[in-house]
């Protein structure tokens, strides 16, 4: 059974390849003119989304035909050439473009996950006895598409994030309206997140300490359903990845998902296209 659907995969791999750089079949600087063939980069792809999926090591996904020494060189070199970052611009751009981001509210919150391995972006988490935990702080649109991630150690406050989330969105989207609302739990109730967000230019919708959750959230709550998303990856739910690049790359990865099977679940109603999927499940 595939790790994703064709709809999915395929559609994610036509952006991928055209941003890898071409690479000759041997290696050409061999002393004695010959080389073992290169994996080819579908292949490894192919591994390097069931990684993503499931959650697994290299050496439970590896081949014959593919190394688990091949996938982390071919991963921390895709990481290193910030190819899903770019993919996923390019998956925005096209729901942008097909459908319309909603940019005039934007929701921003954190998720504490695993990450077991004591890498770059890893901290003590405080929900899970002290052990080494990853914060993924994600802004969205009105509707929930991910416009942004940053990643950082989980003893790291949410409000410590924000700034940079931000910034990563403005990257990530590019020129915003004049009037974005930005819609926050009651983590960010402080003088300086509202300050940072005058200074943006921004207005902000903060939830109250004090007050229940669940009469604050009306707008907020598309955030929460992005990271339940993300979630279902299992990369993601337990990283063991130690570099800070790696794991942005699959940060992104996912987010270039989510983003895809919301434009493929949306468009359905307004296109009609060849190899239109003909089941709501895309995951």
Known sequence: ???????????????????????????????????????????????????????????????????????????????????????????????????????????????????????????????????????????????????AVVAAGANRHDSLLLGSTLDAARAQVGAMPETVNINLDRGYDSNKSRLLIAELGFRAEIARKGVPAPTQAAKRWVVERTHSWMNDYGKLRRCTERSGAVVDFYLYLAAALVTLRMLIRRSTNHYRWQGRPTTRRLQ
Not at 11 to 21: E, R, V
Not at 43 to 50: D, G, I, R, S
Not at 117 to 122: F, I, P, Q
Request: proline fraction near 7%; hydrophobic fraction near 35%.
């Open 1 to 147: 059974m595939p790790a994703l659907p064709s709809s999915l995969l395929e559609t994610l791999w036509a952006q991928f390849a055209a941003l890898l750089p071409a690479r000759e079949e041997f290696a050409p600087g061999h002393p004695l003119g010959c080389h073992r063939r290169r994996v080819p980069d579908r292949t490894v792809f192919e591994h390097v989304v069931l990684a993503l999926v499931h959650g697994s090591g290299y050496e439970r996904i590896s081949t014959p035909g593919c190394s688990d020494r091949t996938i982390r060189r071919r991963v921390k070199e895709w990481a290193e050439q910030g190819i899903s970052q770019a993919v996923h611009a390019l998956a925005l751009e096209g729901y942008d473009r097909m459908i319309g981001l909603g940019l005039g509210e934007i929701s921003v919150d954190g998720c504490i996950t695993k990450a077991p391995s004591n890498g770059r972006k890893t901290g003590r988490s405080p929900v899970d006895r002290g052990k080494q935990g990853l914060k993924r702080s994600v802004a969205t649109d009105a509707c929930g598409v991910p416009l």
